[in-house]
């Protein structure tokens, strides 16, 4: 094989029953790679009995990319987590085969060793998937075979390949305004790059889905690979008199063979004058999403506010719980996110965070964190991944403070000083305004508050809070409404199987 070298062992392996399956494993500077290729799309004949037999495919678009490798110890043997096991009845033990004369000579033992210590023992195997990187390319790897199929989506197995592999982020959605010559509301998708080649099909898809009519479309929610939106659309009624009305839906860009869910109309308040302010929000519950709408409506008495929170259980929207609570006017636009089962709420600059328990029904109130004072463009909630726990992203200027809630405390995470960052950017790049003379402003947060998407020196930036990093995503030649981004979708959807449902992985 070209671009090898020198290797220490090599061996190949074509599962039984599928003639252009193959897989490549070699040893080279004491490292085991795995290269394979599993074609997709195929209709084969049914497979025989036995553990081994193929897995066909019945979608296409799937990726895999040339082999990770694993690190060995000195001796040879691979580096792994003794506690992390497989469970050994998944695949048969293999053997070596015969050699074309019906002898297993030495030579035959020696070539074919390597590939069976590596493939015929599942732990050594599921060490190898690990390292695939990418959920498509793990759905790849589980064409070569029923007992690749059955370990890539092991749910203990998945588990560690998520620790190991987070989603990505693989762009935001940017909704605009355009105010000549007409007021349009409209999407676009901005990638973020750069990506990994092997997510170069997933970055198109995304790139070239337009939901139908990306016009007068506004986004809600977003999530797991799906999207809720809102349009307003135009009824005509008798003598050329038009109406506008709202429509909703869920989109999944990945998968647009799927089509739009349609979803019911939003709850209205009893007093639509009295309406404040809305939100739909969502969480990763058991196959899907569950989503809630979350509802204010002020009361008969002054300041006196009544929230009600409805879920979405088939085609209707329930009401899951109500509470009043009392809050100063003017109201801005919320900012709302869901933890767990518990909505947390920042409304006023004069109230304190509202926390509302969905399974008692209660309310709670959190003091803000030491100098910070709530407003609209400059602070954000953030979700954590503890239950009882909240991010609380603030701007002062240029200087951006990270808080996380935990207990009864707030403990102050990060501080980090946005106009060297500017500076940096201004010197490869003479189109962005001076950063002191601007605005920062705070327009998206992702969970546990690993990057912040701010507006500021006529831009908006995407800031990876981790690495200290500061991009441009998109100049600022419109009127920006919202950002969202789109992450990749977890768990992957494993192809159907001829003598059984398509599975996904929990």
Not at 134 to 145: G, S
Not at 147 to 175: D, Q, T
Not at 335 to 354: E, F, G, H, R, T
């Amino acid at each position: 094989v070209t671009g090898m070298g020198r290797l220490e062992h090599a061996g190949i392996c074509f599962p039984r029953h599928n003639a252009r399956a193959y897989v490549l494993v070699w040893a080279k500077e004491k490292k085991v790679h795995l290269h394979c290729n599993a074609p997709s799309g195929e209709k084969e004949a049914a497979p025989a009995t036995g553990d081994r037999s193929p897995a066909p495919a019945t979608a296409t678009d799937f990726l895999f990319p040339p082999a990770d490798s694993i690190q060995l110890s000195r001796g040879g043997d691979l580096m792994m987590d003794a506690a992390a096991e497989v469970p050994q009845t998944i695949c048969p033990e293999k053997r070596p085969h015969a050699d074309v004369d019906g002898e297993a000579g030495q030579h035959s033992l020696a070539a074919v060793d390597p590939v069976s210590k590596v493939l015929g023992d599942n732990n050594l195997l599921a060490e190898i998937l690990l390292r695939a990187g990418f959920p498509t390319t793990l759905v790849r790897a589980a064409l070569v075979c029923r007992c690749w199929y059955h370990l890539a989506s092991n749910r203990g197995f998945l588990r560690r390949f998520r620790e190991l592999h987070p989603p990505l982020l693989l762009g935001f959605y940017i909704g605009s305004i355009l105010i000549r010559p007409e007021l349009v509301a409209f999407l676009c998708f901005v990638p973020m790059l750069p990506q990994p080649p092997e997510l170069n099909t997933v970055v198109r898809r995304m790139a070239n889905h337009n939901f139908d009519d990306p016009k007068n479309l506004w986004i809600m929610d977003s999530r797991n690979g799906s999207i809720f939106t809102q349009r307003r659309e135009g009824r005509e009624l008798a003598y050329g008199v038009h109406r506008r009305e709202l429509a909703y839906g869920l989109h999944r860009p990945l998968c647009p063979e799927r089509g739009i869910n349609v979803v019911p109309a939003l709850p209205r308040a009893q007093d639509y004058n009295r309406q404040y302010f809305d939100a739909i929000l969502s969480k990763e519950e058991g196959n899907g999403l569950s989503y809630f709408y979350v509802l204010t409506e002020l009361t008969n008495q002054t300041e006196n506010f009544t929230l009600r929170v409805y879920m979405l259980q088939g085609s209707v929207w329930c009401l899951h719980t109500s509470a009043t609570a009392q809050l100063h006017l003017p109201l801005p636009k919320a900012k709302v996110v869901l933890v767990d089962n518990k909505i947390y709420m920042v409304v006023s600059p004069a109230d304190d965070i509202i926390v509302l328990d969905l399974t008692t029904s209660s309310l709670s109130r959190i003091q803000h964190p030491p100098g910070v004072k709530y407003d609209i463009f400059h602070t954000f909630l953030s979700r954590a991944d503890d239950p009882s726990g909240v991010y609380v992203i603030h701007v002062n200027g240029f200087k951006l403070c990270i808080w996380l809630h935990k207990g009864d405390n707030w403990l102050l995470v990060d501080t980090i000083c946005l106009h060297e960052m500017c500076a940096n950017l201004r010197m490869l790049d003479n189109t962005l305004e001076d950063a002191h003379s601007g605005y920062c402003y705070v327009c998206h947060a992702g969970d546990n508050a690993e990057f912040v998407v701010l507006q500021m020196c006529g831009c908006i930036f995407y800031l990876d809070v981790k690495n200290r990093t500061l991009r441009k995503l998109v100049a600022k030649d419109q009127y920006f409404t919202d950002v969202y981004p789109f992450m990749m979708v977890w768990p992957p959807t494993f192809p159907k199987l001829k003598d059984g449902p398509a599975r996904i992985a929990m």
